[in-house]
Each structure stands twice: as structure tokens, then as C-alpha cells.
């Protein structure tokens, strides 16, 4: 279930923009007129439906029933408002037009539309950015809105230039009014619906008063003219991009102006990443035959050596020339973040969506488009879940590429599993799909290359040197493979430390530090959070206050923000020195701040742990890695390799070099990390037993992947651990594996076997028992499954109602209770505030009061007592507290646990809450459970005070906005969905005029429809 981490209600809409034409219209009318129409009080279809359906079929417009209900739903909005808005629109004067006429409307328009546009640039702008909104997924919607403030201030002059820029061009054919509209075959085209049904011309009629509508209404919009730019903007692009497509289809002709894309490709990539040419080895690599041939790749250059591009280049190939949806797969939501916002300019410019699949957002299975191609985005679990509600829906096809970044990850533990079952699923049910595997710290290739039946592409090209050193004592070694010991003499460390300095830092940090800072960045890596935090207080305390104070105190200042007025003392104290600490324990929005700060140069030292290492592109010159451990254990090649390549960044610096601190004792362990090769990726299927093997064999099954012994057998043949079954050992081959697996699945009563006799051939099938569908729509991890499902009945004995803690307990997710240990004092602190009802959970779940007390005192205990229950039932103690407090801080404080910590555990629980409510939807027995665990699951999704959650289910509201709207009187959702988002705009300090208008639309749809257990059903089983 940590898979489905951070899985929430809200993420379902994925902050998408519910695409609803009526309701867009009434909008656009309150925001022209002020007036607040009735709520409508239902609708026939549902947010979701209208939505599939628009998308669903591309090819059957005029069949489409619930395009046609919307239709409807415009032409009765439009005859209530037509005559007022007509006239003050000024525009149209009768209404009786037909086609031609309408047609008229639009060759005027044309010829006024500049000056227009001229005349009234910002409601031009602010139209243009509404009409393209339309179709966009919130990332992109949010670098429209970035653009949208950018350009406010020369809206004028931008607007003429892209006029300019299409009218000047010779070699553009203009298309005919008619293509503005995109239904305008079907309208030149009578005849195609008069050979249809009766209700076909009914539908036909209808469609063609729906268009007559929607151009009245598009007319009176005065978006015409900068849609018209639009329309000629992407007229030049498709042409382009026609030309690529055949250049690309073809293939013994010359390949297309930039690698078979439009060479506005090539523009962006210098505008938005200020690349001017290709590295050779990248031209090398985009022009291999394997790829050329579509044939899957796994390619390996050292870190910094530029291998995103070369994946970018061939995402967009998949996308605009060869018209299919491109996955792309990061190991962390924060890099898939960084991603989606360097992409969604791309997406923007090239007409293609970038959509996010990490942490709360993403929706399963993915919105089919009618038009444009998608690039997914995603983490590695959300990249499997995806994945699988492809494979169900049978739209696996559509998927023409997958890019997976780190490959090496394969190697590592439950993700690594979950990394290699996706790959294994997509091999075997798609042979259409490419895949692309990039790595910096790749060994074992051939192994991959079976695994993923491809071909390999290596170089040893860095653009920028790295130069390796390691100090022992006051010496610095440089790192020298090729010797003997591994490195060799450089210099001695210059430095004079007083004898209390040298107490304080005996490792010579500062030496080292000061050495780059201020001048240049540097970042210290270092073996645990606390040390990361010592090491920052020790530096800081030994150097000046220096420039940049101003942007110093704002960063200080927003970290207060994000504490609701509480600040780290450690980063308080150590920012105005331009240095900070980064790890786990910081929350999300606190890291995200710091990393701006150190991109930017305000902050110009960050010790951090290894969450800095892999795949980010922060500035560094200098790397030190504080000792050659991660925690207890002593580093990896790989790991060393990850965080060395942090310094010298192509396109940040100039140079680059990385410093190990080694400690005398651990000087052979040092020689061997620096000569010895990168470690192999094993398979983890069999490591991770419950979430590889188990959860791979029950989700063949419930996805029908794999349903006989004989398949089952010949898809593990095809998996990484079918490539390195010889390294199995000698007691069991695969096959015999597989059936000890299958086995015990039966044995749990997740499957069942039945045998079938056709033609006296005996088959032996398998199918998903009741709790088997449950484990796997709720995505519970196999190794929870029976004890979950025992507690669950045990609480239909007797669950405690009289506060939410009884219920807590069943969703505090079981893999955190491992790492857990309580502060015992703490503990039994909690249990005397507990009133008489809640303290019956304790003998109910078996926690004996006298085991907390003795605890405490630090007496020994004869008892056995379940040591999981016990943490198990301190963390809901602390989530108790999250949703009776609503405050992070105040919590973590209070149980002494990190921010970041107490963060995760909230975010695990909303996930593992809503797990286990899908957990019961399947099955009977519990459905009291269904009502309790959805209320449940909105608590701790949203953990504010229980009148803001209905706010907070609106896409874009946070905590302070939905405050705000509460104190504005915005109480509820009707009271949302009612609002005029001009007025809103005018009472809400801070609110864009765009974020309104999505919020009011947001609102509608929460407010008349989707029911939250549904949709979630829909998506959870995909994680397994
Ligand atoms: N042809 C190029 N010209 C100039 N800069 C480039 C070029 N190609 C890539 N870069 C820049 O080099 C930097 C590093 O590239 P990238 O992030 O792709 O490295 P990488 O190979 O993925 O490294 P890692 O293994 O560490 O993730 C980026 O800032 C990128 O913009
Ligand atoms: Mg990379």
C-alpha cells in the first residue's frame, strides 16, 4: 500500500479541469454579466462520463449521446440567456442564422479581428488563456498561468508580434474559416447524416443547433481572433509536423529537419534549456539503427553526461510523429515534479499534454484524448498502476513508448520489484511498445539486455570533468582506479585551526567547505539527518554573515509560512549564513523551498542526506561526502558514484570535483569502493516476496495476464529473474518457484484453481477468490492480507465509536509500525488522557495498560506481548492527535518525531485508509465499514478542521485558501459552486481570475457529483 502513498480522493480529478461546455458557458456568462444562475439541481451524467465520453470515441461525434445531453444542456442555458446577451454583446442581430450565416459571423470577425484584439488586449488575453485551458492537465495550467502574469505587461505588443510573425509568413497556407471550426466537415457534409436513422437525424439537427450555439456564443466571446492565431500557430506546427511524420515514415529518405521533428524543437530546446547543438555521442545515439527501428535500448554514460536529452528527442518523436502516448518512469516524486514543470512548456508549445503521475495526482486509468497525445510522467509505483489499468481497459496499445530513467533501480529492493514487474507486464502483453533504459552506474548490461530484449549504447563521455579525491588526515588523495592503491598524493589541506577548532571539526569540514563557499556551491552528504543538522550548525557557527541578507530573511520567513509561524531553530540559525540541512525530516514544502534557495545561489551550502543524490540537477562545484556510510552501512559503488556526480553539472559549472572523507581505519574498505566495478542489479522478486513474486502472480491472474500454470511458468521466464534464474540456488528451479508461489496463494484463499477437461486434456485454471479481488482492488500488501481481514471482523464485534481512535487504529498502515519505537513515557502519557470507552480499544486491539506502565518505568516484563500491535497503536495515538490538532508541528513536538515523519505517516494513513475501505467494498461482511472508513479517509486526506473538508475537495484549495473562503462565507460547496468568480476575485486576496473560474468549475462538479468510494474503487487495485 505505500505504493498508493498519497492517493486521495482529490487526486482522482488529478486537479484537472473538469471539462463541462455548459458549465463553461454559464461561467463565462456570470463572469460578463454578474448574474448567478439557480444551482441546477442534477445532472444526467456525471463529471467522469461527459468526460470519457467526449474523449471516448473519437470518431463517432454525432453518436455521442452524452455529448449530446450537453448539447442540450447548452441550448438551454443559451435560450434562457440568448436575447439579454445578444444584445449586449451587440454583436449578432438575428438569431435565425443558418450555416452560411454563422459562417459570415466568422469571415467578419477576421477581417476586424486584429484590431480588435488591439483594442482590448487583456480580455483577448485572458479568453485566449480560458480557451486553451480547456483540454490541459493542471501542470500545464499552471505554466500558462506563469506565462499569463509574465506577458501582462506587454499583452499588446506580444499579441501583434504573433500576428505579425503569421501574417508575414509567405509559406503559410492560412486554412479556410471553416477548418476554425473542428466540426466543419460534418456541416459541409449533409448527406453524411441523411442516410441515417430517424434519431440520427434527430441527433444531427441537434448537433448542428449546438454548433450554431457555441459559434454564437465563441462570437460573442471575442475569443475568435486570438483563437484564430491559435488556429494558424498550430497550422504551421501540424505541417511541420506532417512533413517530420512522412520523413520519419519513410524509410530510405533523409531524416527530418531536427532528428524528425519540426525544427521548432530544436528552438525550444535552446529558449528553454539554452542547448544549441547535440553532443556527439547524443547525435550518435538518436541516429542508431535500433532506434531508428524502433527496437528497445538501454544506453549508459556517466552522470551529467546529457541522457535526458536523448530521451526527450525520442519522447517527442512518439508523441508528434508517431501519434502515440510516451511514458516516461522517475525514481521520486520530486524529480518526476521537476520533470513535469521542464516538460509542460514543451507540451505547451508542441500541443501534446504532460500529465503527473506522483504523489497525489494522477487518475487510473488515464483519460483518453481525442486529440492530442499524452506523456505520462511518473514515480515508479504510479508508473505500474498505470500500466495496469492500460492493460484492463485493453488501451495498452496506445502506449507506443516507455522511458525508464535510473534503470539501475531494478536492483533496488521493493521498487526495484515493482520497477521490474511493470516492465515484464508491458514485454509481455505489448509488443508494440519501445522501451528506453538509461543509467549512469549500469554492470551487469547483458542480464538487463535479455531482461528487456535490447540493445546497449555506451560512452564514457562527461561534459564537465569530475575530478575524484578522498582525504585522510590533512591529505587529499586523488582518486586513481589504475593504481595499485586506488589513489594517489595530491596535496596537503591548507589550513590553520585553533586547538578548540579542531575539537569542534576534526575532520577539517570547514577547511574544506570555505575552500568553494561563498563564491561557489557545495553540498555535503552525509551518513544520518542528525549529522546533516550538526554538520550545518558546526560550519555556520565559524563563518561571516554575508550578502544577500534580504533573501535571506524571506527565506526564513516563508519557511515560517509553511510552519504556520514556526521555524526549524537549526535553519534559522544557520540560513543567514547561507547554509542549510536537507533530509526526510523536513516536510515537503519545506525541502522545496530550501532547494530553490540553493538553486538560486541565496543559500550557497546544503548537508543533506542521500535524498540529494540521484537525478537531481543542483549546482554544485565541490561534493563532499562526510564518511563512506549511508546510516550503519558502508556505501555502495553506486550510491558513491550517484552522489560524486552531483558536482560539475553540464550548463551550472565550469568544473567540478568531489571529496570523500575517510576515516584511517576504513582506508581498504576506500580502496576497494574506488576500484572495484559497480555492483550487479539483481532481480528483487523473490527478496521481496509479498510485494514482487506473491503480488506479481495474483495480479497476472486478476488481470488476466496469465491464467493456466503454462502461462503463468512462461511469463516468469520472461521476467529479470527468469534471465538470472541460474543464480537461483540449487534447491529450487523457477518453474518449481512459481508453483510454491501459486500455491500459497491458493493456500491463503487469494486464488483458486479449477480444472476443466476438454477433449480429455485436463487444464488447470486459475481465477481470484472473493478476498483475493479485495487484497488486490485494495492493493494491500499480501503480507497483511489475512491479518488485516481478521481485525477487521474482530471489530465487527465491538468497535469503539465514541472517537475516531478505534478506527485510526485499523487504518494506521502496518510496514510503518516496523521502524517504529515508542517513547514510552510518551506512551503512557497518551493512555491516561484516553477516556473509559477508548481505553476498552487497548484490551480490544491487546495492548495490556500494565506492559505501557512497566515500559515506562523500566521494569522487566514476562509478558509477550505483539510488539507491531503496540507501535501499531502508538502511531494512531499520534494521527489521533494530527486530526484533533490539525498541526504538524505541534504533533511532532509532542511525540518528539520529525516534521517529515510525522507528514509521511499522515499521507500513509489517508492512502492505507482508503486501501482498506476498497479492501470492504469487496467484501460484504464489512459493509459498515464503507460509510465510517470514507469519512475516515477525507480526515486524514485533507487533516484540517472538519468545515474546511468540504472545501478542500475542490481542486486547488489548500489549507490557507480554503480558510480564507470559509471566513469569506464560502461555507460550502453549494456556496462554491454558486459564486461568482469575479466576485470571488474581488473578496480573496490573492486569487487569480483563471484559479477562480477553475475553482467555481472545480465546485460544480464536487457539489453534484462524484461519490468518493466509487471512483476511488476504480484506481486502487492498479498499484498492485
Ligand atoms: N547538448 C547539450 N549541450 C549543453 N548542455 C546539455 C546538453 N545536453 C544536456 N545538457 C545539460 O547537461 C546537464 C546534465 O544533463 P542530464 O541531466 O541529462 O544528465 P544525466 O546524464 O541524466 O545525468 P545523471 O545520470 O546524473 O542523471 C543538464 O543541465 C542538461 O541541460
Ligand atoms: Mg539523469
Same mark, same amino acid.
Given at each position: 500500500h505505500s505504493a498508493a502513498a @498519497?492517493?486521495?480522493?482529490?487526486?482522482?480529478?488529478?486537479g484537472k479541469r473538469p471539462r463541462r461546455p455548459a458549465r463553461e458557458v454559464e461561467a463565462q456568462s456570470e463572469a460578463r454579466t454578474g448574474h448567478q444562475p439557480p444551482p441546477?439541481? *442534477?445532472? @444526467? $451524467?456525471s463529471h467522469n462520463d461527459s468526460e470519457e465520453d467526449m474523449f471516448g470515441d473519437p470518431d463517432s461525434f454525432c453518436g455521442n449521446s452524452s455529448l449530446l445531453a450537453q448539447v442540450d444542456d447548452i441550448e438551454q442555458k443559451y435560450l434562457q440567456d440568448e436575447n439579454k446577451d445578444i444584445k449586449a454583446a451587440g %454583436?449578432?442581430?438575428?438569431?435565425?442564422?443558418s450555416t452560411k450565416e454563422n459562417m459570415v459571423v466568422f469571415e467578419a470577425d477576421k477581417e476586424e479581428g486584429f484590431q480588435m484584439n488591439e483594442n482590448d488586449p487583456v480580455d483577448n488575453n485572458q479568453e485566449l488563456t480560458v480557451s486553451i485551458l480547456d483540454d490541459l492537465p493542471s501542470s500545464q495550467l499552471l505554466y500558462f498561468e506563469e506565462m499569463n502574469e509574465l506577458s501582462s505587461d506587454s499583452r499588446l505588443s506580444s499579441i501583434s508580434e504573433i500576428r505579425n510573425k503569421f501574417v508575414s509568413s509567405s509559406s503559410v497556407k492560412i486554412r479556410s474559416p *471553416?477548418?476554425?471550426?473542428? =466540426?466543419a466537415e460534418h456541416r459541409n457534409r449533409p448527406t453524411d447524416f441523411s442516410s441515417d436513422s430517424k434519431c440520427d437525424l434527430f441527433k444531427a439537427e441537434s448537433l448542428k443547433d449546438h454548433l450554431k450555439s457555441a459559434m454564437t456564443v465563441n462570437a460573442k466571446a471575442q475569443t475568435l481572433q486570438v483563437s484564430k492565431t491559435k488556429q494558424l500557430k498550430e497550422a504551421v506546427l501540424s505541417e511541420e509536423i506532417c512533413v517530420a511524420r512522412k520523413t520519419i515514415e519513410s524509410p530510405s529518405a533523409d531524416i527530418g529537419p531536427f532528428y524528425g521533428l519540426p525544427s521548432k524543437v530544436k528552438d525550444l530546446f535552446r529558449q528553454?534549456?539554452?542547448?544549441?547543438t547535440l553532443y556527439e555521442w547524443q547525435h550518435d545515439c538518436l541516429m542508431l539503427d535500433s532506434l531508428q527501428q524502433r527496437r528497445n535500448l538501454i544506453y549508459s554514460l556517466p552522470t *551529467?553526461?546529457?541522457?535526458t536529452l536523448v530521451a526527450e528527442i525520442i519522447i517527442l518523436q512518439e508523441l508528434l510523429c508517431r501519434h502515440k502516448n510516451a511514458l516516461m518512469i522517475l525514481p521520486y516524486v520530486a524529480i518526476v515534479q521537476e520533470k513535469v514543470r521542464g516538460l509542460s512548456s514543451f507540451g505547451v508549445e508542441l500541443d501534446f499534454l504532460v500529465e503527473e503521475y506522483a504523489g497525489s495526482k494522477g487518475r487510473f486509468p488515464p483519460l483518453k484524448r481525442r486529440k492530442k497525445k499524452s506523456l505520462y510522467i511518473a514515480t515508479i509505483e504510479k508508473g505500474h498502476a498505470l500500466v495496469n489499468s492500460l492493460i484492463e481497459t485493453e488501451r495498452?496499445? =496506445?502506449?507506443?513508448l516507455v522511458v525508464v530513467d535510473?534503470?539501475?533501480?531494478?536492483? %533496488?529492493g521493493s521498487r526495484g520489484a515493482t520497477l521490474e514487474i511493470t516492465l515484464a507486464k508491458l514485454l509481455y502483453t505489448s509488443k508494440n511498445t519501445q522501451i528506453i533504459g538509461m543509467s549512469a552506474t549500469l554492470n551487469n548490461v547483458g542480464d538487463l539486455q535479455k531482461f528487456l530484449q535490447a540493445e546497449y549504447y555506451t560512452s564514457n563521455f562527461r561534459p564537465v570533468e569530475l575530478k575524484e579525491y578522498i582525504k585522510i588526515r590533512d591529505t587529499i588523495y586523488a582518486v586513481d582506479s589504475k593504481t595499485e592503491n586506488g589513489f594517489t598524493f595530491s596535496r596537503l589541506l591548507n589550513f590553520k585551526y585553533s586547538s578548540n577548532l579542531e575539537k569542534a571539526d576534526p575532520d577539517h569540514i570547514i577547511a574544506l567547505v570555505t575552500e568553494v563557499i561563498p563564491e561557489y556551491s557545495c553540498l555535503i552528504f552525509c551518513p544520518t539527518k542528525k549529522n546533516c543538522e550538526n554538520v550545518a550548525s558546526m560550519v555556520c557557527k565559524y563563518l561571516k554573515k554575508l550578502h544577500r541578507e534580504k533573501e535571506k530573511q524571506d527565506l526564513i520567513q516563508n519557511l515560517k509560512n509553511i510552519g504556520n509561524g514556526s521555524i526549524c531553530p537549526v535553519l534559522k540559525q544557520t540560513i543567514p549564513f547561507g547554509i542549510a540541512y536537507h533530509h526526510s525530516g523536513l516536510t515537503n514544502d519545506e525541502r522545496k523551498s530550501i532547494e530553490e534557495a540553493y538553486s538560486t545561489g541565496v543559500l550557497c551550502l546544503l548537508a543533506c542526506t542521500? /535524498?540529494?543524490?540521484?537525478?537531481v540537477n543542483l549546482p554544485a562545484r565541490r561534493v563532499i561526502l @562526510?564518511?563512506?556510510?549511508v546510516a550503519n552501512d558502508f556505501l555502495k559503488k553506486s550510491q558513491y558514484k550517484q552522489m560524486i556526480g552531483r558536482a560539475g553539472r553540464a550548463g551550472i559549472d565550469s568544473a567540478g570535483e568531489s571529496i570523500l572523507i575517510v576515516q584511517e581505519k576504513d582506508k581498504h574498505l576506500v580502496q576497494n569502493l574506488v576500484t572495484s566495478p559497480l555492483e550487479n542489479c539483481y532481480s528483487n522478486l523473490l527478496m521481496e516476496l509479498t510485494k514482487g513474486m506473491q503480488s506479481l502472480l495474483l495480479s497476472l491472474v486478476g488481470l488476466k495476464i496469465a491464467v493456466t500454470h503454462e502461462e503463468v511458468s512462461s511469463f516468469m521466464c520472461s521476467t529479470l529473474l527468469g534471465v538470472q534464474q541460474?543464480? !537461483?540456488? +540449487?534447491?529450487?528451479?523457477l518453474s518449481e518457484i512459481t508453483e510454491d508461489g501459486l500455491a500459497n496463494l491458493v493456500e491463503k484463499g487469494l486464488l483458486k484453481e479449477r480444472t476443466s477437461a476438454k477433449d480429455h486434456d485436463p487444464k488447470r485454471t486459475l481465477t481470484i477468490t472473493l478476498l483475493g479481488k479485495a487484497t488486490y482492488k485494495g492493493a494491500i500488501d499480501l503480507a497483511y492480507c489475512n491479518l488485516l481481514y481478521r481485525e477487521l471482523k474482530k471489530g465487527l464485534?465491538?468497535? #469503539? !465509536?465514541?472517537? +475516531?481512535l478505534h478506527l485510526l487504529y485499523l487504518a /494506521?498502515?502496518? =510496514?510503518? /509500525?516496523?521502524n517504529c519505537t515508542p517513547d514510552w513515557m510518551i506512551y503512557l502519557r497518551q493512555l491516561n488522557q484516553l477516556s473509559a470507552a477508548e481505553q476498552k480499544i487497548m484490551d480490544i486491539v491487546g495492548v495490556p495498560e500494565s506492559f505501557i506502565t512497566k515500559k515506562a518505568s523500566g521494569q522487566a516484563i514476562r509478558k509477550n506481548v505483539d510488539s507491531a500491535v503496540v507501535n501499531r497503536l502508538y502511531l494512531s495515538f499520534v494521527l489521533y492527535a494530527l486530526l484533533k490538532e490539525t498541526n504538524i508541528w505541534s504533533v511532532s513536538e509532542k511525540f518528539n518525531m520529525s516534521r517529515g515523519y510525522v507528514q509521511n505517516l499522515l499521507n500513509s494513513a489517508a492512502s492505507f485508509a482508503s486501501c482498506v475501505l476498497h479492501f470492504c467494498e469487496?467484501?460484504?461482511?464489512?459493509? #459498515?465499514?464503507k460509510a465510517l472508513l470514507t469519512e475516515l479517509t477525507k480526515q486524514l486526506t485533507y487533516c #484540517?478542521? /472538519?468545515?474546511?473538508i468540504p472545501l478542500m475537495?475542490?481542486?486547488? #484549495?489548500l489549507e490557507a485558501r480554503a480558510k480564507q473562503l470559509y471566513n469569506a462565507g464560502y461555507k460550502t460547496l453549494a456556496h462554491l459552486a454558486n459564486a461568482n468568480p469575479e466576485t470571488l476575485v474581488g473578496t480573496i486576496? $490573492?486569487? *487569480?481570475r483563471c484559479q477562480a473560474r477553475q475553482m467555481v468549475s472545480s465546485a460544480k462538479v464536487k457539489h453534484s457529483v462524484l461519490p468518493i468510494p466509487q471512483d476511488l474503487q476504480k484506481f486502487q487495485w492498479y498499484l498492485l
Amino acid at each position: 500500500h505505500s505504493a498508493a502513498a @498519497r492517493e486521495t480522493p482529490r487526486e482522482l480529478t488529478g486537479g484537472k479541469r473538469p471539462r463541462r461546455p455548459a458549465r463553461e458557458v454559464e461561467a463565462q456568462s456570470e463572469a460578463r454579466t454578474g448574474h448567478q444562475p439557480p444551482p441546477r439541481p *442534477s445532472r @444526467r $451524467h456525471s463529471h467522469n462520463d461527459s468526460e470519457e465520453d467526449m474523449f471516448g470515441d473519437p470518431d463517432s461525434f454525432c453518436g455521442n449521446s452524452s455529448l449530446l445531453a450537453q448539447v442540450d444542456d447548452i441550448e438551454q442555458k443559451y435560450l434562457q440567456d440568448e436575447n439579454k446577451d445578444i444584445k449586449a454583446a451587440g %454583436e449578432i442581430k438575428n438569431d435565425n442564422f443558418s450555416t452560411k450565416e454563422n459562417m459570415v459571423v466568422f469571415e467578419a470577425d477576421k477581417e476586424e479581428g486584429f484590431q480588435m484584439n488591439e483594442n482590448d488586449p487583456v480580455d483577448n488575453n485572458q479568453e485566449l488563456t480560458v480557451s486553451i485551458l480547456d483540454d490541459l492537465p493542471s501542470s500545464q495550467l499552471l505554466y500558462f498561468e506563469e506565462m499569463n502574469e509574465l506577458s501582462s505587461d506587454s499583452r499588446l505588443s506580444s499579441i501583434s508580434e504573433i500576428r505579425n510573425k503569421f501574417v508575414s509568413s509567405s509559406s503559410v497556407k492560412i486554412r479556410s474559416p *471553416s477548418s476554425f471550426c473542428p =466540426d466543419a466537415e460534418h456541416r459541409n457534409r449533409p448527406t453524411d447524416f441523411s442516410s441515417d436513422s430517424k434519431c440520427d437525424l434527430f441527433k444531427a439537427e441537434s448537433l448542428k443547433d449546438h454548433l450554431k450555439s457555441a459559434m454564437t456564443v465563441n462570437a460573442k466571446a471575442q475569443t475568435l481572433q486570438v483563437s484564430k492565431t491559435k488556429q494558424l500557430k498550430e497550422a504551421v506546427l501540424s505541417e511541420e509536423i506532417c512533413v517530420a511524420r512522412k520523413t520519419i515514415e519513410s524509410p530510405s529518405a533523409d531524416i527530418g529537419p531536427f532528428y524528425g521533428l519540426p525544427s521548432k524543437v530544436k528552438d525550444l530546446f535552446r529558449q528553454f534549456r539554452g542547448i544549441e547543438t547535440l553532443y556527439e555521442w547524443q547525435h550518435d545515439c538518436l541516429m542508431l539503427d535500433s532506434l531508428q527501428q524502433r527496437r528497445n535500448l538501454i544506453y549508459s554514460l556517466p552522470t *551529467s553526461g546529457g541522457k535526458t536529452l536523448v530521451a526527450e528527442i525520442i519522447i517527442l518523436q512518439e508523441l508528434l510523429c508517431r501519434h502515440k502516448n510516451a511514458l516516461m518512469i522517475l525514481p521520486y516524486v520530486a524529480i518526476v515534479q521537476e520533470k513535469v514543470r521542464g516538460l509542460s512548456s514543451f507540451g505547451v508549445e508542441l500541443d501534446f499534454l504532460v500529465e503527473e503521475y506522483a504523489g497525489s495526482k494522477g487518475r487510473f486509468p488515464p483519460l483518453k484524448r481525442r486529440k492530442k497525445k499524452s506523456l505520462y510522467i511518473a514515480t515508479i509505483e504510479k508508473g505500474h498502476a498505470l500500466v495496469n489499468s492500460l492493460i484492463e481497459t485493453e488501451r495498452i496499445d =496506445d502506449l507506443g513508448l516507455v522511458v525508464v530513467d535510473e534503470l539501475h533501480m531494478l536492483g %533496488e529492493g521493493s521498487r526495484g520489484a515493482t520497477l521490474e514487474i511493470t516492465l515484464a507486464k508491458l514485454l509481455y502483453t505489448s509488443k508494440n511498445t519501445q522501451i528506453i533504459g538509461m543509467s549512469a552506474t549500469l554492470n551487469n548490461v547483458g542480464d538487463l539486455q535479455k531482461f528487456l530484449q535490447a540493445e546497449y549504447y555506451t560512452s564514457n563521455f562527461r561534459p564537465v570533468e569530475l575530478k575524484e579525491y578522498i582525504k585522510i588526515r590533512d591529505t587529499i588523495y586523488a582518486v586513481d582506479s589504475k593504481t595499485e592503491n586506488g589513489f594517489t598524493f595530491s596535496r596537503l589541506l591548507n589550513f590553520k585551526y585553533s586547538s578548540n577548532l579542531e575539537k569542534a571539526d576534526p575532520d577539517h569540514i570547514i577547511a574544506l567547505v570555505t575552500e568553494v563557499i561563498p563564491e561557489y556551491s557545495c553540498l555535503i552528504f552525509c551518513p544520518t539527518k542528525k549529522n546533516c543538522e550538526n554538520v550545518a550548525s558546526m560550519v555556520c557557527k565559524y563563518l561571516k554573515k554575508l550578502h544577500r541578507e534580504k533573501e535571506k530573511q524571506d527565506l526564513i520567513q516563508n519557511l515560517k509560512n509553511i510552519g504556520n509561524g514556526s521555524i526549524c531553530p537549526v535553519l534559522k540559525q544557520t540560513i543567514p549564513f547561507g547554509i542549510a540541512y536537507h533530509h526526510s525530516g523536513l516536510t515537503n514544502d519545506e525541502r522545496k523551498s530550501i532547494e530553490e534557495a540553493y538553486s538560486t545561489g541565496v543559500l550557497c551550502l546544503l548537508a543533506c542526506t542521500a /535524498t540529494l543524490a540521484a537525478g537531481v540537477n543542483l549546482p554544485a562545484r565541490r561534493v563532499i561526502l @562526510r564518511a563512506p556510510y549511508v546510516a550503519n552501512d558502508f556505501l555502495k559503488k553506486s550510491q558513491y558514484k550517484q552522489m560524486i556526480g552531483r558536482a560539475g553539472r553540464a550548463g551550472i559549472d565550469s568544473a567540478g570535483e568531489s571529496i570523500l572523507i575517510v576515516q584511517e581505519k576504513d582506508k581498504h574498505l576506500v580502496q576497494n569502493l574506488v576500484t572495484s566495478p559497480l555492483e550487479n542489479c539483481y532481480s528483487n522478486l523473490l527478496m521481496e516476496l509479498t510485494k514482487g513474486m506473491q503480488s506479481l502472480l495474483l495480479s497476472l491472474v486478476g488481470l488476466k495476464i496469465a491464467v493456466t500454470h503454462e502461462e503463468v511458468s512462461s511469463f516468469m521466464c520472461s521476467t529479470l529473474l527468469g534471465v538470472q534464474q541460474q543464480l !537461483l540456488s +540449487n534447491e529450487k528451479s523457477l518453474s518449481e518457484i512459481t508453483e510454491d508461489g501459486l500455491a500459497n496463494l491458493v493456500e491463503k484463499g487469494l486464488l483458486k484453481e479449477r480444472t476443466s477437461a476438454k477433449d480429455h486434456d485436463p487444464k488447470r485454471t486459475l481465477t481470484i477468490t472473493l478476498l483475493g479481488k479485495a487484497t488486490y482492488k485494495g492493493a494491500i500488501d499480501l503480507a497483511y492480507c489475512n491479518l488485516l481481514y481478521r481485525e477487521l471482523k474482530k471489530g465487527l464485534e465491538g468497535l #469503539v !465509536l465514541e472517537s +475516531n481512535l478505534h478506527l485510526l487504529y485499523l487504518a /494506521t498502515p502496518y =510496514d510503518m /509500525t516496523l521502524n517504529c519505537t515508542p517513547d514510552w513515557m510518551i506512551y503512557l502519557r497518551q493512555l491516561n488522557q484516553l477516556s473509559a470507552a477508548e481505553q476498552k480499544i487497548m484490551d480490544i486491539v491487546g495492548v495490556p495498560e500494565s506492559f505501557i506502565t512497566k515500559k515506562a518505568s523500566g521494569q522487566a516484563i514476562r509478558k509477550n506481548v505483539d510488539s507491531a500491535v503496540v507501535n501499531r497503536l502508538y502511531l494512531s495515538f499520534v494521527l489521533y492527535a494530527l486530526l484533533k490538532e490539525t498541526n504538524i508541528w505541534s504533533v511532532s513536538e509532542k511525540f518528539n518525531m520529525s516534521r517529515g515523519y510525522v507528514q509521511n505517516l499522515l499521507n500513509s494513513a489517508a492512502s492505507f485508509a482508503s486501501c482498506v475501505l476498497h479492501f470492504c467494498e469487496e467484501l460484504e461482511e464489512f459493509w #459498515v465499514y464503507k460509510a465510517l472508513l470514507t469519512e475516515l479517509t477525507k480526515q486524514l486526506t485533507y487533516c #484540517v478542521k /472538519t468545515e474546511l473538508i468540504p472545501l478542500m475537495e475542490v481542486a486547488g #484549495v489548500l489549507e490557507a485558501r480554503a480558510k480564507q473562503l470559509y471566513n469569506a462565507g464560502y461555507k460550502t460547496l453549494a456556496h462554491l459552486a454558486n459564486a461568482n468568480p469575479e466576485t470571488l476575485v474581488g473578496t480573496i486576496k $490573492h486569487l *487569480s481570475r483563471c484559479q477562480a473560474r477553475q475553482m467555481v468549475s472545480s465546485a460544480k462538479v464536487k457539489h453534484s457529483v462524484l461519490p468518493i468510494p466509487q471512483d476511488l474503487q476504480k484506481f486502487q487495485w492498479y498499484l498492485l
